[in-house]
């Protein structure tokens, strides 16, 4: 039997395992007219999410402050997806970044503000993170009932590709904490006019958690993986010149200052997420 430890809805409870494990428990009507304490019949769960780590569960918590438990449940769906079918192993992060832009999307498509992902398109380079986005759509459709763009794969992809690593013990790593990448950051945003307001906060908060794995992801970094070719962000950069302008200053200072082994894929991300924060328009001359 499972043990009720705190009920999201009538189909969602958090529920604790042997050894002080918790886990998320989905299923129809498992918790209906239940309470902490009460028990749940195991053959009734139809998806059990496992939180392994601390950070797992503040990740929970962190995401149902502002985000609906059918998106939560739905986010670590997918995760789960990734994790065991196509074994990617990522960062704990993805949680709140991958819940935050679904729930975003899913309300811009809700209210006609929809906008087709101008990321570029690296399926050869990530075919496995591909595969998991294409499938995400399928369950996104499933669970909540709405059908994401075609080219919302390319912004899924974009999230695993992003948090690529593994969440292990922390290692010696002579390498500037978040924080100071973080200040460096918003100085040169500071600089060219972009401060944290009530439009772009969503996006602003987005870019910051960003940073605030950055260290993760240059402490676990693959040296054998493939990295994102030049071109694309060059190319991005025609079709967003503001957007690469700034993201290619705030690299080289992080790459001048703080860490000259950066690697030129956090230029891409960069301005991808810079692009979304001042909402640039394409260039009229742009691919």
């Known amino acids: 039997m499972l043990k009720i430890a705190q009920v999201f809805n009538n189909n969602v409870a958090l529920v604790d395992l042997d050894?002080?494990?918790?886990?998320?428990a989905k299923g129809k009507?498992?918790?209906f007219q239940k309470q902490r304490g009460d028990s749940i019949v195991p053959q009734q769960v139809e998806k059990l999410f496992y939180l392994e780590t601390e950070t797992s569960r503040k990740n929970l918590y962190f995401l149902l402050k502002d985000i609906p438990i059918d998106v939560v449940t739905t986010t670590y769906e997918i995760i789960d997806?990734?994790?065991?079918?196509?074994?990617?192993s990522v960062l704990d992060y993805?949680?709140?970044?991958?819940?935050?832009?679904?729930y975003g999307?899913?309300?811009?498509?809700?209210?006609?503000?929809?906008?087709?992902?101008?990321v570029p398109d690296f399926h050869t380079q990530y075919p496995a993170e591909y595969a998991v986005a294409r499938e995400a759509l399928t369950v996104i459709e499933h669970d909540l009932g709405v059908r994401f763009p075609d080219s919302e794969?390319?912004?899924?992809?974009?999230h695993f590709i992003n948090a690529t690593g593994q969440s292990a013990a922390e290692q010696p790593f002579d390498a500037p904490s978040s924080a100071t990448i973080s200040r460096l950051v918003q100085t040169v945003l500071h600089r060219h006019g972009i401060l944290r307001s009530t439009s772009n906060s969503n996006y602003y908060d987005r870019f910051m958690i960003h940073l605030q794995y950055l260290i993760d992801r240059l402490q676990r970094a693959d040296q054998?993986?493939?990295?994102?070719?030049?071109?694309v962000a060059m190319e991005l950069g025609e079709t967003y010149p503001r957007s690469y302008a700034i993201a290619s200053e705030i690299f080289n200072e992080i790459k001048d200052n703080l860490y000259p082994e950066l690697s030129a894929d956090e230029r891409l991300y960069f301005i991808i997420h810079i692009q979304r924060l001042?909402?640039?328009?394409?260039?009229?001359?742009?691919?």
Do not use: F, W
């Open 19 to 24: 050894n002080h494990r918790q886990a998320v």
């Open 29 to 31: 009507g498992i918790a």
């Open 81 to 88: 997806i990734a994790q065991r079918k196509y074994h990617l």
């Open 94 to 102: 993805i949680y709140i970044t991958l819940g935050d832009h679904l």
């Open 105 to 118: 999307a899913y309300q811009r498509l809700r209210d006609g503000d929809y906008v087709d992902s101008m």
């Open 153 to 158: 794969v390319k912004n899924i992809a974009l």
């Open 224 to 231: 054998a993986a493939v990295t994102i070719t030049p071109t």
């Open 278 to 287: 001042i909402n640039e328009a394409p260039a009229a001359d742009g691919h």
